[in-house]
């Protein structure tokens, strides 16, 4: 049972060009989202988040979209780098009993070309 | 991913030997999160704890898995008769506070089972 889902497992993209990333869940019970960057034999590394009071949330060239309704998100890059090429992962929160508990995706492969 | 350390970044152990994977959390975070990454897949939650305390351990397998995080010391994922399936990356999150903050990872440890 996937609670969080990125349908996309890769992606490629003219480098200069903008990058969208999607993420669809579930559970109606999220409230917060964040969006996590991994390069190989790394951990991943925290990118940016979106509360469930918001739609959107901007930081730099990455730009995160919150759709309640179609329980849809998507991180927006623009311009694309190729430092950008990393697996994009996305996580959903919910309060599990009294605690906070991370759901992931399974991740999508960036490749920004030159 | 400066902060958390985790040991040893590749592990080999054959069918039956114990594996001991060890996490020190970023300077101040009390709260440590363990994940699995099997190929081709997103990071699983296997358990998190506090400073003495299994707080939610709901992704651990029933058996042959273990953690601890002891009042002194890393924290550290034990995997008892490892067999085959166990080979995977295991990743070591921290938190200052039990929240929606952001987790930062560790650069995990690759185990691998012959």
């Known amino acids: 049972d996937q609670q969080v889902k990125q349908n996309s497992p890769s992606l490629s993209v003219q480098e200069g060009r903008i990058s969208i990333l999607n993420c669809d869940y579930t559970n109606s019970m999220f409230d917060y989202f964040l969006w996590y960057k991994k390069y190989p034999a790394e951990g991943p590394t925290f990118l940016i988040s979106i509360s469930s009071i918001k739609d959107k949330n901007e930081d730099g060239r990455f730009t995160v979209f919150l759709n309640k309704s179609a329980k849809h998100l998507s991180l927006h890059i623009v311009p694309s780098q190729p430092g950008d090429s990393a697996v994009y992962f996305c996580?959903?929160?919910?309060?599990?009993?009294?605690?906070?508990?991370?759901?992931w995706g399974a991740g999508t492969k960036l490749i920004i070309k030159p | 991913n400066a902060g958390v350390m985790q040991n040893p970044r590749h592990l080999v152990r054959r069918r039956g030997q114990e594996a001991r994977l060890r996490c020190s959390p970023m300077?101040?975070?009390?709260?440590v999160y363990w994940y699995r990454q099997l190929p081709e897949e997103g990071l699983k939650f296997m358990v998190y704890l506090q400073k003495e305390n299994i707080i939610d351990e709901s992704g651990m397998p029933k058996e042959r898995f273990s953690a601890e995080f002891p009042k002194e010391g890393p924290s550290i994922l034990r995997i008892q008769q490892v067999v085959r399936g166990d080979s995977a990356a295991y990743f070591c999150?921290?938190?200052?506070?039990?929240?929606?903050?952001?987790?930062?990872f560790g650069d995990g440890t690759r185990l691998s089972i012959l």
């Open positions: 300077k101040g975070h009390s709260h």
């Open positions: 996580a959903a929160s919910a309060r599990v009993d009294s605690n906070y508990q991370l759901i």
């Open positions: 999150a921290s938190s200052p506070t039990e929240s929606n903050q952001p987790q930062h």
